[in-house]
């Protein structure tokens, strides 16, 4: 958005449409109201299990902080968080684990599972939490349904405390063998899925055009180096189908 320019104004992706600024985060918290009940089943049956596996890694890849403060951003249902917190006890660290959603509803179905874990309501471009508050902050498939992807980045950078660790985890660009068959599983395959299982086909259909229309591995560290973070990577996993971004604030 350029300086002085009103969000009513401004354009940007919903999935293959262009929308206001404002109409996406409205447009974006509907679907996930609409879905959050069946969420965490579609995630199952969309990625064959596959998004478990992924999410293991990515928990793994968490350095462990006696009394540490960790955040889950665009967390959800919780699940990214929850593995946190038990792969914290199973080494007997203490800590304090928090999602962050922007969607009430998706809160309200995580509260249920997972009461023992902090929850906020909050917009990743505007998190309430001081500055250099966070130990590690994390954002599992959720980056790519921000409006403001920059500005997120940047409040990720000034909640981690220095020293702090963030990793995003997102879908990302296949490789060029696999694109074929990759086209026809998320345009054809998954919005009937949805329809199926979710009884909402236009959700799964957004789901896949965002991924089409988010940003490349290489743009995205871009972002993170922009935003300040330092050593930032990535890595693949599944023939691209996700990547693994890091980075540190010193």
Not at 119 to 134: F, G, M, Q
Request: glycine share 6%.
């Amino acid at each position: 958005m350029t300086k002085g320019q009103s969000p009513l104004k401004e354009l940007v992706d919903f999935g293959f449409e262009k929308v206001s600024a404002f109409e996406k985060t409205k447009k974006v918290t509907s679907v996930f109201e609409r879905v959050a009940s069946r969420y965490d089943v579609m995630n199952d049956v969309m990625s064959m299990g596959i998004h478990r596996l992924w999410k293991k890694w990515f928990v793994e890849s968490l350095p462990l902080r006696q009394d540490g403060v960790y955040l889950d951003v665009a967390g959800g249902t919780g699940d990214i968080a929850q593995a946190i917190f038990e792969r914290l006890a199973s080494f007997k660290f203490k800590a304090q684990v928090t999602v962050s959603d922007i969607n009430p509803a998706m809160i309200e179905v995580g509260q249920k599972r997972h009461p023992h874990l902090s929850w906020l309501c909050s917009n990743a471009e505007d998190l309430p939490l001081e500055d250099n508050s966070v130990d590690v902050y994390t954002i599992a498939f959720g980056l790519r349904n921000v409006t403001h992807k920059e500005k997120a980045l940047q409040e990720a950078y000034r909640v981690l405390k220095p020293g702090g660790k963030f990793l995003c985890l997102e879908f990302s660009q296949v490789y060029p063998p696999l694109q074929k068959f990759y086209d026809f599983y998320a345009f054809q395959v998954i919005p009937k899925m949805g329809e199926w299982i979710a009884q909402d086909r236009e959700a799964y259909q957004y789901l896949s055009e965002s991924i089409r229309t988010f940003l490349t591995r290489e743009e995205l560290l871009i972002l993170l180096k922009k935003a300040g973070f330092e050593r930032a990577q990535y890595e693949t996993y599944t023939g691209g189908i996700v990547a693994l971004h890091k980075g540190y604030k010193l």
